[in-house]
């Protein structure tokens, strides 16, 4: 893809006043600080404009992509040529009424979580150490301790590739295990009414403060890292333990290619030791996977997704094959 013209640009700005941004480097606000330059990043500060924008971009045909915090993303090293439609403080806001929360996809997970324990509502604790936003954590069904956000979903707003708004009860947002139907529908999560039961507050901040002690002695914090690499296969764990057991035990933990790291931490973790390139953790993930594969016999799934030059979100398997390890 080319560059954006002047025209895209004004335009952009238009429909996302105090939005647009342009030549930004993608490892300035990667949670894996790894990344080139994306050519434009657009935040939409309402729903009117997320549909106003995917309109415009279906209407041009041009390449998008849409990201929250980053913490399940690799960029690639070339950069982004498409535009980068980034969910976040512009679209935060947190509505709770009763035990019905109304939030916006662009809150961080932690704040929200933390304005539902103030309300004396239980069933968010296990999302409060989750470094990310409303809307990824709805697409991944994501959480901790096993559960899912799902589990609290009431209903979900998102709008299509042509700027349409549509709505889902939970039971058409096909949650499973960190899935559901927005990893391949291609929508855009706008936000989401939530519910929650009522609790002791005093209860919901101690297990609260309980599960970020756990995180934080098990888990590395000082070096930036996606969270877990790979996803915890039951028959797997059942055989042979979970990932960052079988990857230590293998021998990997500590190992390195280029800046990226096996965390000396915790196994199932990659950090990125200051200069890491996309292509450092690639190499440490096909490593892994072929080995645990020739090792126990199980497949290992990688967790985060990886953001082509032109956009596109791809399954790390996908990104692999024909992967070859330096």
Request: proline share 4%.
């Amino acid at each position: 893809m080319e560059r954006l013209n002047a025209f895209d640009i004004r335009e952009l700005e238009r429909l996302c006043p105090g939005g647009v941004k342009e030549n930004v480097s993608l490892a300035a606000i990667s949670r894996w600080q790894i990344g080139g330059t994306a050519d434009v990043i657009v935040e939409p500060s309402s729903v009117a404009e997320l549909c106003s924008l995917r309109a415009f971009i279906a209407q041009e045909g041009l390449p998008s992509v849409v990201i929250g915090d980053t913490s399940n993303l690799l960029f690639s090293d070339e950069g982004l040529r498409a535009v980068c439609i980034r969910l976040g403080s512009r679209m935060s806001s947190v509505h709770i009424e009763n035990d019905i929360v109304h939030a916006q996809a662009g809150v961080w997970v932690p704040f929200l979580a933390r304005k539902i324990m103030s309300a004396g509502l239980t069933g968010a604790e296990h999302t409060c150490g989750i470094p990310g936003t409303l809307g990824g954590l709805i697409c991944m069904n994501g959480g901790s301790q096993r559960k899912g956000v799902g589990s609290s979903v009431v209903t979900v707003e998102s709008v299509d590739t042509a700027g349409n708004i549509c709505h889902r009860s939970v039971e058409q947002c096909e949650f499973s295990y960190r899935s559901s139907v927005y990893q391949n529908n291609s929508e855009v999560i706008a936000s989401a009414k939530l519910s929650f039961l009522s609790g002791d507050k005093l209860k919901i901040r101690q297990e609260m403060l309980s599960i970020l002690a756990e995180r934080n002695r098990k888990f590395p914090r000082k070096l930036p890292n996606c969270g877990s690499v790979f996803k915890s296969n039951p028959a797997m764990y059942e055989k042979a333990g979970p990932p960052g057991a079988i990857i230590e035990s293998l021998g990997f933990k500590g190992a390195c290619c280029g800046g990226a790291q096996v965390s000396p931490h915790h196994a199932n973790f990659i950090v990125n030791t200051g200069v890491a390139r996309a292509r450092d953790v690639l190499t440490l993930v096909s490593k892994i996977s072929r080995c645990v594969l020739e090792s126990v016999g199980h497949h290992i799934e990688p967790e985060f997704k990886f953001v082509s030059v032109h956009g596109e979100i791809m399954p790390v398997d996908e990104m692999l094959k024909g992967f070859f390890y330096e």
